[in-house]
């Protein structure tokens, strides 16, 4: 077995701070050092572009930046420049700043499908806002969202389904459909016709839907009198720059963006239908709705940021970019799997900008102690992946370098298959689920 040890002192003794002051150690369960290999959890000092640096000095190339919502690479000029202006005029006023109505417009041009926006900080504020407004507007009050999705809302309608609802008293008005089932959603509607408020899922997952489905699923709502909410989190720019749904061409009476939306400043919006979503504003004669009221909503910096990232993806083709620079790391780290003899062990999936990795047993099964293995060794390797999801700021240097350390990685992983056994290359407990009943 390979001894060398990889270390990170400084790191540990930051996570140890980190859990003295804040519960899990983190501000999100999936930056937690529990998603990492014991004593492995680098804590960062600074990034830039596609690489980010840890408090012992060692440089990594970085997947998933920001948990996708760092498109563009740390620190990106255009962005960097964009908010650098704001911050001297004031960031945050008693009455809206013109910056709301320039971002509106660049939005709205940018997803035509959409007719209104609202800005908050987060996706869930975002989401749980559109769950309110179906509920509002439809005069019902269950929802329906896909199982298959993995995060929605930090809110009761979402938390309460999954094995992290302590705190939450009740779930009953929350239902769940599969992703490409057009008949058991049928059903579900049917079996609770007149009860439910919205049908809110991710348009796509890590490959694209279904042939008819969306349009399918569109058609349902409509059958039903339910209102279909798209979250574009993680498909909104990765997808197109309107989403998945500019993509695919199917309109949402609501959808929600995020993420890749300001390049790590904090900015999400709600869009949609102007009827629906007139009905949280003042120009109605309808009970008024708690749409979105945020004190930090509108900061300036943010919306120029939100902007700039706008701007950056239409004039130099990210899009495009991501999508070429994802090609290139799945067919390297295939081919790099598959030399080493764990080509169905090691598995890539996802659509080419938002690639994600499986590690299986020798069962074909799901496994966290592979997963531990996987990741000591990239880590090791000066890579930092929880997932492959690329940045623009990627060059073919960084996907080169990645390929290598992922075949090193395998051929560990062939040992270990081989033995049937990867214990010893854990060196401690194996890396957890972000949802789980107990810590």
Not at 392 to 403: P, R
């Amino acid at each position: 077995m390979d001894t060398e040890e990889f270390e990170l002192p400084r790191s540990r003794w930051a996570n140890e701070r980190l859990h003295a002051m804040i519960p899990g150690g983190a501000h999100t369960y999936a930056k937690g050092d529990d998603q990492y290999p014991e004593n492995l959890a680098p804590v960062i000092s600074h990034g830039h572009g596609a690489h980010v640096w840890d408090v012992d000095g060692n440089r990594y190339v970085e997947y998933g930046s920001g948990l996708r919502s760092v498109s563009l690479g740390h620190a990106h000029p255009r962005v960097v420049e964009a908010v650098r202006r704001e911050l001297d005029r004031g960031s945050n006023f008693v009455r809206p700043s013109i910056l709301e109505a320039e971002a509106a417009e660049r939005f709205l041009a940018t997803v035509p499908t959409a007719e209104m926006v609202k800005f908050a900080k987060n996706g869930s504020d975002a989401t749980t806002a559109a769950v309110r407004l179906a509920r509002a507007v439809t005069g019902r009050t269950r929802v329906a969202l896909c199982a298959d999705h993995p995060f929605f809302s930090v809110d009761d309608w979402f938390i309460g389904t999954t094995p992290m609802s302590a705190g939450i008293p009740a779930t009953d008005l929350t239902v769940t459909f599969p992703y490409g089932d057009l008949p058991a959603t049928e059903e579900l509607l049917s079996r609770h016709e007149g009860e439910i408020a919205c049908l809110i899922l991710e348009p796509a997952t890590h490959s694209d839907p279904p042939p008819g489905y969306l349009a399918g699923l569109r058609a349902l709502a409509d059958r039903h009198g339910c209102v279909l909410v798209f979250d574009e989190m993680i498909t909104g720019f990765r997808w197109s720059e309107a989403g998945a749904q500019g993509l695919y061409g199917v309109v949402p009476d609501l959808s929600t963006f995020g993420k890749a939306l300001g390049n790590g400043f904090a900015v999400s919006a709600l869009a949609g239908r102007r009827d629906l979503m007139e009905r949280g504003g003042l120009r109605h004669s309808d009970d008024r709705v708690f749409l979105l009221s945020t004190t930090h909503g509108a900061e300036t910096h943010s919306l120029a940021a939100a902007m700039a990232v706008q701007t950056t993806y239409t004039e130099e083709g990210i899009t495009a970019r991501l999508h070429a620079l994802g090609e290139r790391l799945a067919a390297g780290v295939r081919e790099a799997a598959t030399a080493m003899g764990v080509g169905d062990h090691v598995v890539v999936r996802g659509r080419a900008s938002n690639l994600v990795f499986a590690t299986l047993d020798e069962n074909g099964q799901p496994s966290q102690e592979y997963r531990t293995l996987f990741l000591r060794r990239l880590l090791a390797g000066g890579v930092l992946a929880p997932s492959f999801v690329v940045s623009s700021a990627l060059d073919d240097t960084d996907i080169d370098h990645t390929v290598d350390v992922v075949a090193q990685a395998c051929a560990v992983y062939r040992k270990a298959l081989d033995t049937g056994d990867p214990t010893p290359w854990l060196a401690g407990r194996p890396v957890k689920p972000v949802f789980r009943r107990q810590a």
